[in-house]
């Protein structure tokens, strides 16, 4: 339970309409609050009257603690949660409660290849990770194969990245069968040498973790999950 963690109180930076039903919040650190990019929070929104059943959220944050602030991204769906709208309410400077951090969706030692792959609002914790990786200045590989129908959040943040680092690749596809193949050609590339970093919804990520051990031969304590439950 969120009330059996530590918890902060903090407050909103920003509130950013990314695209489609992307949102972007930006929330300040509080003080004694230290996390490792891949784990997350659970965030409460203690101004609001939040009617589900379930009053906190869990949600990765997209970049590392270096980055001075607490990057949050979500989407809404269709049909927005009770959280999720009293959420695209707040504002600047309106009280927020954070309970964590959790879990351990962490980078391992970066002596080999990272291969991540990420469906949809899963690729937080990925982004965070990569550029965890990235500014500890591994030479070491990183395959990112991130798959959305519609849009692909922050994309334009892991273009630049593969401009600017050679072992940085990217691979954005759109749908099941072009996923596959990509993860084919790594799991054939790189075979049980690298790691293997899966995020998205639970559906999404089974399937994966069972391609990878079926069709390509990854020993299961080489993969690494992180399930995204509900919005």
Not at 11 to 22: C, F, I, P, R
Not at 63 to 88: D, H, M, N, V
Not at 101 to 127: C, E, K, Q, W, Y
């Amino acid at each position: 339970m969120a009330t059996d963690l530590p918890s902060y109180q903090s407050e909103v930076l920003s509130l950013t309409h990314v695209a489609n039903d992307y949102y972007e919040l930006k929330v300040k650190i509080p003080a004694g609050l230290h996390w490792q990019s891949g784990q997350y929070i659970r965030l409460g929104l203690p101004t609001k009257a939040v009617t589900d059943q379930k009053k906190v959220r869990a949600l990765s944050p997209a970049a590392p603690e270096e980055a001075g602030y607490l990057q949050l991204a979500t989407r809404t769906r269709q049909t927005p949660s009770s959280f999720k709208t009293q959420l695209l309410e707040l504002q600047p400077g309106e009280a927020v409660t954070i309970y964590g951090p959790l879990g351990n969706f962490t980078l391992p030692t970066l002596d080999h290849p990272l291969v991540m792959f990420a469906s949809g609002v899963g690729i937080t914790p990925l982004r965070a990770l990569i550029q965890d990786a990235l500014s500890q200045k591994t030479t070491n590989p990183i395959e990112l194969i991130f798959t959305a129908h519609d849009y692909h959040l922050y994309q334009a943040d892991f273009e630049a990245w593969a401009a600017q680092h050679a072992n940085f690749h990217l691979h954005i596809v759109k749908n099941r069968q072009a996923a596959q193949a990509a993860l084919l050609a790594t799991t054939q590339h790189y075979g049980n040498t690298a790691d293997y970093f899966l995020s998205g919804s639970e559906t999404v990520v089974d399937a994966v973790q069972t391609f990878l051990t079926t069709t390509g031969a990854i020993n299961a304590d080489q993969i690494h999950r992180d399930v995204l439950y509900g919005y």
